[in-house]
Nanobody, 122 residues
Framework: QVQLVESGGGLVQAGGSLRLSCAAS????????MGWYRQAPGKKRELVAT?????????ADSVKGRFIISISRDNAKNTVYLRMNSLKPEDTANYYC??????????????WGQGTLVTVSS
């Protein structure tokens, strides 16, 4: 099984920066892609950014030019980072890490992190 552990949320003033981290651990799996999604109160969960195992990235229009997603691999642990710059109050949300992975012969499995709260004050 794959487990995701997130860290890095918190309170920041508008214009500030935060970095989120999400570590995927387990055995017998291979990551296809990892990403970050967010959900603000009363709104649907939305994609923020994704990155494939080949380091291809995709960003929501609302964060392009401000957020940077990256991934590192260290033996059995894959860690995805989200560097968030020029934060705006509308970036306030719970941020969830997601991993799409293969386990043995099974493809397109998904797992979600527990979420980390980012609050941007004006």
């Amino acid at each position: 099984q794959v487990q995701l552990v997130e860290s890095g949320g918190g309170l920041v003033q508008a214009g500030g920066s935060l970095r989120l981290s999400c570590a995927a651990s387990g055995s017998g799996f291979s990551i296809n892609s990892m990403g970050w999604y967010r959900q603000a109160p009363g709104k649907k969960r939305e994609l923020v950014a994704t990155i494939t195992s080949g380091s291809s990235t995709n960003y929501a229009d609302s964060v392009k030019g401000r957020f940077i997603i990256s991934i590192s691999r260290d033996n059995a642990k894959n860690t995805v980072y989200l560097r968030m710059n020029s934060l705006k109050p509308e970036d306030t949300a719970n941020y969830y890490c997601n991993a799409n992975f293969a386990y043995r012969s099974i493809q397109d499995l998904e797992v979600w992190g527990q979420g980390t709260l980012v609050t941007v004050s004006s």
